[in-house]
């Protein structure tokens, strides 16, 4: 079965320094992954997705396929950052499969 | 335009009996999914309806079900509450479907006592 993993329940970081939220997938085939956030008191909503190769609030996230990994990247941390970061895939027509989800926590 | 709304938000229930839970997805949006989200399993996928049709189901007990009307709002049923159903149920709707980009609602939180 296809599965994510965020190996990190929590994530502190200082304001200024460089961010990166881990997951690695469990798929052999080319699935569709993306980055959602969920900041306090709001809904889960889409930070990016690989195929747009977009960078989103300062957030980048590569695909590396021999690894199996979707790591999320910023080099700067701002305190706006904080909030929780589920990453998930989909191969196909099949339902979205999220991590358990990362809690950043950007310390002053 | 306006969000995803999901009613009630917040409900508790006795085990052994029934909730529905209701979603209005945002207008023009035809894929309504619904998810449970509990601090030990996070978020699981229970069911996609589009158009009226069930495209995917979770792995969840037959006592989960769903349905879809014309206009797009979508309701989930769950039968005989185990303690183990209280959670968060989040609706998510879009366009055509789980590779579009998921608009969530503020979820309903269940409670069963």
């Known amino acids: 079965a296809q599965r994510v993993t965020q190996p990190e329940k929590l994530l502190s970081v200082f304001k200024g320094a460089p961010v990166e939220l881990k997951c690695n997938y469990s798929?052999?085939?080319?699935?569709?992954l993306f980055w959602y956030v969920q900041y306090s008191r709001q809904r889960l909503q889409l930070l990016l997705r690989h195929i747009s190769r977009e960078s989103i609030k300062g957030f980048t996230a590569d695909l590396n396929k021999g690894e199996t990994s979707f790591h999320l990247k910023k080099p700067f941390a701002q305190e706006e950052d904080s909030a929780m970061y589920y990453c998930?895939?989909?191969?196909?027509?099949?339902?979205?499969?999220f991590g358990k989800g990362t809690r950043l926590s950007v310390i002053a | 335009k306006a969000g995803v709304t999901q009613t009630p938000r917040y409900l508790i229930k006795t085990r052994g009996q029934q909730v529905t839970l209701s979603c209005s997805p945002i207008?023009?949006?035809?894929?309504v999914s619904w998810y449970q989200q509990t601090p030990g399993q996070g978020l699981q996928f229970l069911f996609e309806y589009f158009s009226e049709t069930q495209r995917n189901k979770g792995n969840f007990p037959g006592r989960f079900s769903g349905r879809q009307f014309s206009n797009s709002r979508s309701e989930m049923n769950v039968s005989t509450l185990e303690l183990g159903d209280s959670a968060l149920y989040l609706c998510?709707?879009?366009?055509?479907?789980?590779?579009?980009?998921?608009?969530f609602g503020p979820g309903t939180r269940l409670t069963v006592t």
């Open positions: 798929y052999s085939g080319s699935p569709e």
């Open positions: 998930a895939l989909i191969w196909g027509n099949t339902p979205l499969v």
């Open positions: 207008s023009g949006h035809r894929s």
């Open positions: 998510a709707s879009s366009r055509w479907g789980t590779t579009d980009e998921q608009y």
